[in-house]
């Protein structure tokens, strides 16, 4: 087996050097998208049935009860698997929201609902690094007697902190 000349090897290192830079950017991205996806689509779970629940309710009953932060401490760094019980509470069973794999958020559920008028804010919170500077999804919903329910566009902070 022959070995690589000086210009054969530096034309190995450029094209090899091309496509790393190629992949790299394209890598971090979907990295950063996959870590989005978990609380943007457990909180469009959430605002879907909460917003279905509210459309065939007065106001003062339009959303479930507040339930705090489900698992209470947010996994930090890598995801948890909660034990059995954890998404019980019945608010969770009335939007159907559950999580039975491994996940990186917590999620919470605020409600007010009044005569006229109801709001919800729904939160996701994770420690993506372990270092306890928290990402936020929210998504606030409300419904008013006499009007369709709406939701307002999501809010993210700190997306993959």
């Not at 991205?29 to 065939?56: C, D, F, K, Y």
């Amino acid at each position: 087996m022959r070995s690589l000349t000086p210009v054969e090897a530096a034309v190995a290192v450029a094209i090899g050097g091309s496509l790393l830079a190629a992949a790299i950017p394209s890598f971090v991205s979907n990295l950063h998208a996959s870590r989005m996806v978990e609380p943007v689509r457990g909180l469009t779970q959430i605002a879907t049935r909460a917003t279905a629940l509210a459309a065939s309710r007065p106001a003062e009953t339009a959303y479930p009860d507040s339930v705090g932060l489900t698992p209470e401490n947010v996994p930090a760094g890598k995801p948890a698997t909660d034990p059995q019980g954890t998404w019980d509470h019945p608010s969770w069973r009335l939007l159907e929201f559950e999580k039975t794999t491994p996940h990186s958020f917590s999620f919470a559920f605020e409600s007010r609902n009044a005569k006229g008028h109801a709001m919800f804010h729904a939160r996701a919170h994770g420690d993506l690094d372990g270092d306890g500077v928290l990402s936020t999804f929210a998504i606030i919903g409300e419904s008013r007697d006499g009007s369709e329910p709406m939701l307002h566009p999501m809010e993210i902070t700190r997306e993959v902190e």
